[in-house]
């Protein structure tokens, strides 16, 4: 898997903008087992400002099973 983000400069100064960017990739390093070899663009959007961490698992998770491109997780 391979993994692009994209945060606009409207999203707030460089140290935000790295801060969502870091929130996006440890939320996918923990989840790489789960998520099907694909490349994925990830385009960070306002409301992910002020969103806390555990959100974006949660938001990211949703959004992968949505496109299907989540594996299931086997117990």
Do not use: C, Q, W
């Not at 903008?17 to 960070?44: G, L, M, P, S």
């Not at 409301?47 to 990211?60: D, H, T, W, Y």
């Amino acid at each position: 898997m391979r993994l692009g983000i994209s945060v606009s400069k409207k999203l707030g100064k460089a140290f935000e903008r790295n801060k969502i960017k870091r929130y996006i990739r440890e939320t996918f390093k923990t989840r790489k087992e789960y998520v099907k070899n694909y490349d994925i663009i990830v385009i960070a959007r306002p409301g992910a400002k002020e969103m806390p961490f555990l959100e974006f698992g949660s938001s990211i998770d949703h959004v992968l099973k949505k496109s299907k491109l989540m594996k299931v997780k086997r117990s």
